[in-house]
């Protein structure tokens, strides 16, 4: 079964700098994707950034880039230039490729900016 | 504009009541799913659905029962809520083939809390 596992339950940034948040998972498959949400506080959970396992090239979404490591199984969300909307809390998400399954979640990073 | 609803926002309810999360999606979509978050934000797959007439137990056991009897509508029922059913309940939807996005859309959440 895959597993997917966020190793800093906290991060603090300054606004205007730079923030990276860690990912790392689990999986047998070759086909999948992952993704990096967000979940600001009572609101809805919104997609950040997606990533193909068969692409090498990293993602990026204005602001918001990945550092994708197939071989080391890793998975990190860049956000540069921070802003107050950036706080919230961000999942990051697995999903195998061609099939109907559901997302497996880490336990998520709480991000604070510090204005 | 196309969305994910889901009703009642919030709920208080008391030991042994039948409760039902509405769960709708104007999209279209064939795919959608139910998450609950523990209030330590963690979120699991409880149930997913391929298509009307479809559905399939998620990752984490749960007590409750889903229906797709439309496209569009996706409910969760608990026959009898107990106070370890507290949590946020999360719907989500995404589209179904390798040429879709793989993204997953989700409504605003259930806060269920059973007394």
């Known amino acids: 079964a895959q597993t997917v596992t966020q190793s800093q339950p906290e991060m603090s940034v300054q606004e205007a700098e730079t923030v990276t948040l860690s990912c790392t998972y689990d999986t047998s498959e070759s086909d999948y994707y992952l993704f990096w949400y967000k979940q600001p506080p009572s609101r809805q959970m919104i997609l950040v950034i997606r990533q193909e396992a068969y692409k090498q090239q990293n993602a990026t979404e204005n602001r918001f880039s990945v550092n994708f490591q197939k071989a080391a199984k890793s998975f990190s969300l860049k956000i540069s230039d921070s802003q107050l909307g950036d706080a919230a809390m961000y999942f990051c998400?697995?999903?195998?490729?061609?099939?109907?399954?559901?997302?497996?979640f880490g336990k998520g990073t709480h991000l604070i900016i510090q204005p | 504009e196309a969305d994910i609803y889901q009703t009642p926002r919030y709920l208080v309810i008391g030991t042994g009541k039948k409760i039902t999360l509405e769960c709708s999606q104007t999209m279209g979509h064939d795919k959608m799913y139910w998450y609950q978050q523990d209030p330590g934000m963690e979120l699991h797959l409880i149930h997913y659905?391929?298509?009307?007439?479809?559905?399939e137990k998620g990752d984490l056991s749960s007590e409750s029962t889903v229906s797709r009897i439309r496209t569009e509508h996706f409910p969760l029922t608990l026959e009898s809520a107990r106070p370890s059913h507290t949590s946020q309940y999360l719907c989500?939807?995404?589209?179904f083939g390798r040429g879709s996005s793989n993204e997953q859309f989700f409504g605003p959440g259930t806060r269920l809390t059973v007394l």
């Open positions: 989500a939807s995404s589209e």
């Open positions: 998400a697995y999903r195998r490729g061609g099939g109907a399954d559901g997302l497996t």
């Open positions: 659905s391929y298509g009307v007439n479809s559905t």
